[in-house]
């Protein structure tokens, strides 16, 4: 089964600094999602993005983040000044067909740990 | 955004069918119902999605009432390996600008030896 590929498995960064979380889509999806898990608590939504823009976000995604698709392949999620309460593990994901939230598929995602 | 109701917790054995049945008084009338899987550290695993009535796949079924305020996630025959938390989510399905779905507290089942 097609995947989608989030990379690094793992990010130590200091308080802070910029972050960037990349993920590699399934090759024929259009819509595009990162979700954050903090430790023991439940997945919450970010951002969805279609058609190379956003199309909704959630009260968490603030001015420092922001997203990109910078090529065919891509997809960014940008931190620009880590605070410690950004510390969780943040999942990619992707949707499969041409109709949106018919069935997202995840990526094994990012644990994101601001010191 | 329509909300969704789970048990925190359910334990099973193994070779016991497992329901579990979500609530969602404000669904509204096109949203569908997915239910997905999640182990520890990995990201969320879909299983089902309908809209009315009853789907079943190779490795659930989804039974949806009339009313749709309500559905419940059928596993049969449940192993030490369903063991995982599983979320029943509520959302738009449609072309177009993509939307967001919630996802609720979800419910952490255990199967048990």
């Known amino acids: 089964e097609p995947e989608v590929t989030q990379t690094p498995s793992h990010q130590v960064t200091q308080m802070g600094q910029e972050v960037i979380l990349r993920c590699v889509p399934i090759?024929?999806?259009?819509?595009f999602y990162w979700y954050r898990q903090i430790l023991g608590q439940k997945v919450e939504f970010l951002v969805s993005?279609?058609?190379?823009?956003?199309?909704?976000k959630s009260e968490i995604f603030d001015d420092q983040f922001s997203v990109e698709r910078p090529d065919g392949s891509n997809f960014t999620l940008k931190i620009r000044s880590t605070k410690l309460e950004d510390s969780a593990m943040y999942f990619c994901?992707?949707?499969?067909?041409?109709?949106?939230?018919?069935?997202?598929?995840f990526g094994s995602g990012t644990q994101l740990s601001v010191l | 955004l329509a909300k969704t109701t789970q048990p925190i917790s359910m334990d099973s054995y193994e070779g016991q069918e497992v329901n579990i049945t979500c609530s969602h008084n404000?669904?509204?009338?096109?949203?569908?119902i997915t239910w997905y899987q999640q182990f520890p550290s990995q990201g969320p695993r879909f299983i089902i999605q309908?809209?009315?009535t009853k789907v079943t796949n190779e490795v659930a079924s989804l039974f949806i009432p009339a009313d749709r305020k309500s559905s419940t996630l059928s596993l049969p025959r449940v192993s030490l390996s369903d063991t995982a938390v599983y979320y029943c989510?509520?959302?738009?399905?449609?072309?177009?600008?993509?939307?967001?779905?919630?996802f609720g507290s979800g419910t952490q089942l255990t199967v048990l030896p």
């Open positions: 994901a992707s949707t499969d067909g041409g109709r949106v939230n018919e069935k997202l598929f």
């Open positions: 090759s024929n999806h259009l819509y």
């Open positions: 993005f279609y058609n190379n823009e956003i199309s909704e």
């Open positions: 404000n669904i509204a009338t096109n949203d569908y």
């Open positions: 309908g809209y009315k």
């Open positions: 989510l509520v959302g738009l399905i449609s072309s177009g600008s993509a939307r967001q779905l919630t």
